[in-house]
C-alpha cells in the first residue's frame, strides 16, 4: 500500500489534541519564550561538535600511542551521535532556530554524519513520525529480513536468536549510510514522487548525493592517508569504531522510543484507515524512558521525550522536560495511554524481551 493511500481518524470527540496543543500554547506565551532552541542548546551544539572534530584534528597533528587513538576514535563516535540528536535532529524539523537559513545550515551537519539531508527528512519526518509503526510504511521499523521487530513481518527460522546478535546490527547504521542505504533510499523516494517540502529534481538530487559523498570520503580518509601519511589500516579501523560507536547510540535510543513491549504497530483496515487520530496515534505508538535523568535529557537530544517529541516535532527539544507534564496529565484526563520506562535499564530489557518475543516461531491461526 502506498504511504498517500493511508488515512487517520479525524474522530476525535473529546478534543484531546485540541486541548493539549491550547495548553501547550499557552505554556509558551504566559512564559514569554519561543518554541525553538536557545543558548543551552547552542552551546550544546559546540560541546558536541568538539566531542566529534576536535580528535580528529589532534589525530592529524599529533602522534598518540594505540589505546589513545581507540579512546579518541570511540569519543568521535559518541560526538558524532551527539551532533545527530542535539543539532541535526532539530534543525532538520525547523525547530533549531525561527530563522531556515540556520535551520537549514544546522540541518547539513547530516552531511558531515555520512548521510543525506533529502533522504533523512523523507524517512524520518515524512513516514516515521506520519506513519509511526505502522508496518510497511515506517521505515524505520525495517531491518531487511535479519531483524523482525513486528509480529506482521515474516518470520525466519534465525529470528528466535535476534535477541543476542541484533547488538552486533544496530551498530552498522551509520555505515549503511556511506555505503548503501543512501543510494538506495534516493532511488526509492525520488520514484515514489516523496518528499518533505518540495521535491528536488532528481539530477538536483543525485548530484549533491555524490559530491558530499566525494567529500566525506575525502576528508575522513583519503586526507589523513595522503597528506599526513598516516596508515590507511589505521584509518579505516578508527573510522569503523566511530561509526560504530555513533551507530550503536543512535540504534538503541531509537529502538527504547518505539520497539519495546508498551507499543502497539497497529495496521490500518482494508481501505487504508486508521482507527485513531494522528496524534492518539503516537500515544499508543510511542513511549518515554529515563525523563527523570539529566544526563539522558541532555545527552540525547530530548529523544527520551519520545512522546513529547512526537506530538510537536517543531519544538525544540529543549523544552520537552517542562511540557512533559502537560502532555501527560492531559492524556491521562483524557483517558490515553502515557507510555514511560522509569529507567533507561527497564526500557533496554522490555526492547530484548520483545525482541525474543518476535524471534519465537508464530503459531498456526487454525
Same mark, same amino acid.
Given at each position: 500500500?502506498?504511504?498517500?493511500?493511508?488515512?487517520?481518524?479525524?474522530? =476525535?470527540?473529546?478534543?484531546?489534541?485540541?486541548?493539549?496543543?491550547?495548553?501547550?500554547?499557552?505554556?509558551?506565551?504566559?512564559?514569554?519564550?519561543?518554541?525553538?532552541?536557545?543558548?543551552?542548546?547552542?552551546?550544546?551544539?559546540?560541546?558536541?561538535?568538539? +566531542?566529534?572534530?576536535?580528535?580528529?584534528?589532534?589525530?592529524?597533528?599529533? =602522534?598518540?600511542?594505540?589505546?589513545?587513538?581507540?579512546?579518541?576514535?570511540?569519543?568521535?563516535?559518541?560526538?558524532?551521535?551527539?551532533?545527530?540528536?542535539?543539532?541535526?535532529?532539530?534543525?532538520?524539523?525547523?525547530?533549531?532556530?525561527? %530563522?531556515?537559513?540556520?535551520?537549514?545550515?544546522?540541518?547539513?551537519?547530516?552531511? #558531515? +554524519?555520512?548521510?543525506?539531508?533529502?533522504?533523512?527528512?523523507?524517512?524520518?519526518?515524512?513516514?516515521?513520525?506520519?506513519?509511526?509503526?505502522?508496518?510497511?510504511?515506517?521505515? =524505520?521499523?525495517?531491518?531487511?529480513?535479519?531483524?523482525?521487530?513486528?509480529?506482521?513481518?515474516?518470520? %525466519?527460522?534465525?529470528?528466535?536468536?535476534?535477541?543476542?546478535?541484533?547488538?552486533?546490527?544496530?551498530?552498522?547504521?551509520?555505515?549503511?549510510?556511506?555505503?548503501?542505504?543512501?543510494?538506495?533510499?534516493?532511488?526509492?523516494?525520488?520514484?515514489? %514522487?516523496?518528499?518533505?517540502? $518540495?521535491?528536488?529534481?532528481?539530477?538536483?538530487?543525485?548530484?549533491?548525493?555524490?559530491?558530499?559523498?566525494?567529500?566525506?570520503?575525502?576528508?575522513?580518509?583519503?586526507?589523513? #592517508?595522503?597528506?599526513?601519511?598516516?596508515?590507511?589500516?589505521?584509518?579505516?579501523?578508527?573510522?569503523?569504531?566511530?561509526?560504530?560507536?555513533?551507530?550503536?547510540?543512535?540504534?538503541?535510543?531509537?529502538?527504547?522510543?518505539? #520497539?519495546?513491549?508498551?507499543?502497539?504497530?497497529?495496521?490500518? =483496515?482494508?481501505?487504508?484507515?486508521?482507527?485513531?487520530?494522528?496524534?492518539?496515534?503516537? +500515544?499508543?505508538?510511542?513511549?518515554?524512558?529515563?525523563?527523570?535523568?539529566?544526563?539522558?535529557?541532555?545527552?540525547?537530544?530530548?529523544?527520551?521525550?519520545?512522546?513529547?517529541?512526537?506530538?510537536?516535532?517543531?519544538?525544540?527539544?529543549?523544552?520537552?522536560?517542562?511540557?512533559?507534564?502537560?502532555?501527560?496529565?492531559?492524556?491521562?484526563?483524557?483517558?490515553?495511554?502515557?507510555?514511560?520506562?522509569?529507567?533507561?535499564?527497564?526500557?533496554?530489557?522490555?526492547?530484548?524481551?520483545?525482541?525474543?518475543?518476535?524471534?519465537? $516461531?508464530?503459531?498456526?491461526?487454525?
Amino acid at each position: 500500500m502506498n504511504p498517500k493511500q493511508i488515512t487517520f481518524s479525524r474522530v =476525535d470527540s473529546a478534543k484531546f489534541f485540541r486541548t493539549l496543543n491550547k495548553r501547550v500554547n499557552s505554556y509558551f506565551k504566559e512564559n514569554n519564550i519561543s518554541r525553538n532552541g536557545n543558548w543551552r542548546l547552542h552551546l550544546k551544539t559546540i560541546i558536541m561538535f568538539s +566531542l566529534f572534530l576536535c580528535p580528529y584534528f589532534l589525530f592529524l597533528g599529533l =602522534d598518540f600511542p594505540w589505546w589513545a587513538q581507540l579512546l579518541l576514535t570511540v569519543v568521535m563516535g559518541v560526538g558524532m551521535a551527539g551532533v545527530g540528536m542535539n543539532v541535526m535532529h532539530d534543525a532538520n524539523h525547523g525547530a533549531y532556530s525561527s %530563522k531556515k537559513w540556520i535551520n537549514k545550515v544546522m540541518g547539513g551537519s547530516m552531511y #558531515i +554524519l555520512a548521510g543525506n539531508v533529502y533522504n533523512w527528512q523523507v524517512q524520518h519526518n515524512v513516514l516515521h513520525h506520519t506513519y509511526t509503526n505502522i508496518h510497511g510504511h515506517d521505515e =524505520d521499523m525495517e531491518a531487511g529480513r535479519i531483524l523482525r521487530f513486528s509480529k506482521h513481518s515474516q518470520w %525466519k527460522r534465525f529470528h528466535k536468536f535476534q535477541h543476542y546478535y541484533s547488538i552486533f546490527f544496530y551498530g552498522l547504521l551509520t555505515i549503511n549510510w556511506v555505503l548503501t542505504s543512501d543510494f538506495m533510499q534516493t532511488k526509492r523516494y525520488l520514484s515514489q %514522487k516523496l518528499a518533505y517540502g $518540495k521535491l528536488p529534481k532528481p539530477i538536483t538530487q543525485w548530484s549533491t548525493l555524490i559530491i558530499t559523498k566525494l567529500i566525506y570520503a575525502g576528508i575522513w580518509i583519503v586526507v589523513p #592517508i595522503l597528506f599526513f601519511n598516516l596508515a590507511w589500516w589505521k584509518i579505516l579501523i578508527g573510522f569503523f569504531i566511530m561509526h560504530y560507536v555513533a551507530g550503536l547510540i543512535l540504534s538503541i535510543v531509537f529502538q527504547l522510543a518505539h #520497539i519495546v513491549e508498551e507499543t502497539e504497530m497497529p495496521l490500518p =483496515d482494508a481501505s487504508g484507515s486508521m482507527k485513531n487520530t494522528w496524534a492518539i496515534h503516537q +500515544l499508543f505508538t510511542t513511549v518515554n524512558f529515563s525523563t527523570n535523568n539529566k544526563l539522558m535529557n541532555w545527552f540525547t537530544g530530548g529523544l527520551n521525550h519520545q512522546v513529547e517529541h512526537h506530538i510537536f516535532p517543531n519544538i525544540s527539544h529543549v523544552h520537552y522536560s517542562r511540557i512533559s507534564k502537560i502532555v501527560k496529565e492531559t492524556a491521562l484526563e483524557f483517558n490515553l495511554p502515557y507510555h514511560e520506562y522509569k529507567t533507561t535499564r527497564k526500557a533496554v530489557i522490555a526492547h530484548f524481551r520483545h525482541l525474543r518475543e518476535m524471534g519465537m $516461531k508464530p503459531a498456526i491461526s487454525a
